[in-house]
Every structure is written in C-alpha cells, then in structure tokens.
C-alpha cells in the first residue's frame, strides 16, 4: 500500500489542541480539504468534532458542547481507578465514530476505515475528572466488528500519545477479551498489527498467560489432596483467557513454557514458578489500574 504522505499530499496538518494539550501528529489524515490547509487542527475531547479556528473551538467548549462525556452507554465504571468505558454504535453515533476514526488515523500508518462507520462498535476508555465526578475525559479506544463471522475481537486499538505507556493499552485489550469471553468466545486483533500494536499484544500475551499458569499452579498446590493432577493445556488456557490458541502459544514462549522433547519431537507446557512470578511481579510493580470483570455491565448483542 502506499505511504500515508502519498494519500493527501496537500496536508499541512502537524498538531491538533486536544483539551489543554497540544499533540504531534504522526501521519496523515482524510480530514476535509479546508481543515489541513493550517498546522493545526482543534478537536474537542467529548464530541470529536474537528475546528480549524482557536476561537470557535472555544466557543464550542464553553458553550456549544453540552457533553461532558463520550455519547453511547457506560458500560464500566471504576471510581477507585478513576476510569470508565463506554459503548458507541456506529450506527447510532455515526459523525462521533468518523470523526474517531479520523483521529485515529493521525497515529496510524495503514489505511482504516473512516465513513463507513455503520457495521462497528466502538468502546471508549475515559479517566474520570477528579475534580468534577460528571466529566470524562477521553483516552482512547478500540472498534470491533458487529456480525463478524472470523475470530476478529478489536479492529483498530488507540491510546492517545498523550496518555500512552501508562497501561491504557493494556487495560483496552484486557477488556476486548473481557468481552469475548463474556461471548463465550476466544478471539484475537485485526492483522497486520502495528509495530506499537504487536509490542503491546505480545506484552499483554505474555503476561495473561504466565498470570493463568501461576495461578493454577497455586491452586493446585493448594487442592492437593482433592485433585491428584494438574492439566494444562493450550485450549485451557485459551478458554480461560479469550485467547486464540495461537496467541496463547505465542505468550507460552515468551515465558519460555513451552518446550519440545527431543526424543519424542512433541510439545509440553514446562511451568518454571520462579520466573513466571518474576514477569508477574515486574508487571505488579508499575501500579497500572486493572479491570474488575465484576464491575462490566453489559451483555452481549445477538
Ligand atoms: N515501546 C516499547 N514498548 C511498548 C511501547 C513502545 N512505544 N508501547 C507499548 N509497549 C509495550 C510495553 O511492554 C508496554 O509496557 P510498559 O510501558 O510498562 O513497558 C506494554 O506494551 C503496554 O503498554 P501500554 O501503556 O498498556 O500501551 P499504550 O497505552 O501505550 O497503548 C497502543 C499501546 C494502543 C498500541 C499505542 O501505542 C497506540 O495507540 N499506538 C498508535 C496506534 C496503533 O499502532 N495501534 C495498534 C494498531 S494494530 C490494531 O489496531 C489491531
Ligand atoms: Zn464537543
């Protein structure tokens, strides 16, 4: 595919004024001809909408926006970590979810949907105010397929640069495979992933995987006397997770659990406790706010 530069050559668009921040963008995006013409482009953190003049962006913020929020339904809400999801048609939403897309477009290289909003669903992860409990402030976000017949369970993943390496990342896909597993489903992101994306995927991968097998270790040290085995297996572990069995190979060899026996040529699941808590620690460590599968309210469309 041709480089973004190649699409809109004209672009002159190089930061955009998001709440009070000014963001680098990092490609190009299909913004109407009249809004790239300037180096800057104003967007407003609720709606998304898109203005090119400092003063009507102001206007807009001060007196035209009325939402305080991402449109949609909440459907988690953390208080303690100060954060909340919500749940965007893009049916229902159809100017918010373009104009999310376009802004996703400035951080990412491949070519992504923009108007054709209608067949996704968007879930937007926002910090809540601290001063004021009512107002959320976006993050970013993931898009998924509505009727997808493949095992596709985000689309396209963003945290804003400004938000980004905090764990944000982290917390949206731990929460699409809380939604696929909710489904009954294991599932795994849209193809190719971005250098950023498999950086985050793997990241994720490895450690679900080695936070499932300590676990049932313990567990098991624990009922020895009630269970004399403990199996382990990919499909356990993919049905545990909402994991693809592929992926969750993928995050068995970061934690170089799977090994292959050279006599016989198989695969086993080979658990070192020691180094598997290491990996579980480090992550511990960063103090990165987790999903409470308990505080989801949502089930799932037929
Ligand atoms: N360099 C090295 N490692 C990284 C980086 C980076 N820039 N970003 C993430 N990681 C790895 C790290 O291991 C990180 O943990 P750490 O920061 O504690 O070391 C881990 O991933 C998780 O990082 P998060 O803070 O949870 O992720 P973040 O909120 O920064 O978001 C994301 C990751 C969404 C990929 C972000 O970088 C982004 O929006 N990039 C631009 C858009 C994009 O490329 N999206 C993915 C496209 S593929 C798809 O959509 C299916
Ligand atoms: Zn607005």
Redesign the pocket.
Known sequence: TPGPSTFYPESKLATIQFRNYEIET?YTAPYPEEYTRSEKLYICEHCLKYISSPISFERHQLKKCIDNHPPGVEIYRDRVNGIAIWEVDGRKNITYCQNLCLL?KL????K?LYYDVEPFIFYILTEIDKDDPLKYHF??Y?SKEKLNASEYN????????I???????????DFSYLLSRTEFKCGT????????????????WKLTVAMKLFDLVEFHKLNKDKYKSLVISVEILSKLTGMTPSDVIVGLEQNRALVKSPSTGKYAICINQNRIKKVIDN?KR?N?ATLDPLKLMWKPML
């Open positions: 990092w996703a951080f990412l290289n491949s992504t993050v970013g993931f985000v689309s396209c993943i963003l945290t804003l640069p938000y980004q390496r905090k764990g944000y990342g982290h917390l949206l896909i992101p849209e193809k190719p992933l971005s250098d950023l994306g498999l950086l985050s995927y793997r990241s994720y992550w960063k990165y």
